[in-house]
T-cell receptor, first 112, second 111 residues
């Protein structure tokens, strides 16, 4: 039972344009959401997070949007850079839970 | 480097052998997690420690798997009588709050 879903396995974007990565979840108890970036042969690297009391969180080129009614979040990267090419994982947790639930990832390729 | 470290980075073993992995978390983090990741999937939770106490285990953690965190610092994950289905990346993470910080992982290949 996949509680966090990333329905796009891959995405290609031109350098300088916006990358939008999407994530859906089914568990209404989730109240904290994170995005991780993973390069080959490395562990996931924490990028940005958002609490369910907010609908937007911004950190430099990265912005995460949360739509609780739709159980949907997205990660915007503007402008995209070739170094952003990686697999991006969406993750979620709920208060009192001891672990994160991850999506299956979206491979982003930024074309120079 | 003050990040999470894991050893070994790669392990190849024959079916039926025992293997042990080590994780050294970020020193001030009291929470430690083990995850497993297979190709095309996101990390899947295995077990969680708060200090030296193992507080949660996933049903993925069969009785062939055991994890310890003596003294609340480093942790070990042992797999006994390995099976080919155990081949995966084993990730360790630590945290002191809501975000978890991952190590580079140990890639296990069971022949």
């Amino acid at each position: 039972d996949q509680q966090v879903k990333q329905n796009s396995p891959s995405l290609s974007v031109q350098e300088g344009r916006i990358s939008i990565l999407n994530c859906d979840y089914t568990n209404s108890m989730f109240d904290y959401f994170l995005w991780y970036k993973k390069y080959p042969a490395e562990g996931p690297t924490f990028l940005i997070s958002i609490s369910s009391i907010k609908d937007k969180n911004e950190d430099g080129r990265f912005t995460v949007f949360l739509n609780k009614s739709a159980k949907h979040l997205s990660l915007h990267i503007v402008p995209s850079q070739p170094g952003d090419s990686a697999v991006y994982f969406c993750a979620a947790s709920s208060t009192g839970a001891n672990n994160l639930f991850f999506g299956t990832g979206t491979r982003l390729t930024v074309i120079p | 480097d003050t990040g999470v470290s894991q050893n070994p980075r790669h392990k190849i073993t024959k079916r039926g052998q025992n293997v042990t992995f080590r994780c050294d978390p970020i020193s001030e983090h009291n929470r430690l997690y083990w995850y497993r990741q297979t190709l095309g999937q996101g990390p899947e939770f295995l077990t969680y420690f708060q200090n030296e106490a193992q507080l949660e285990k996933s049903r993925l953690l069969s009785d062939r798997f055991s994890a310890e965190r003596p003294k609340g610092s480093f942790s070990t994950l042992e797999i006994q009588r390995t099976e080919q289905g155990d081949s995966a990346m084993y990730l360790c993470a630590s945290s002191s709050g809501l975000a978890e910080f991952f190590g580079p992982g140990t890639r296990l290949t069971v022949l």
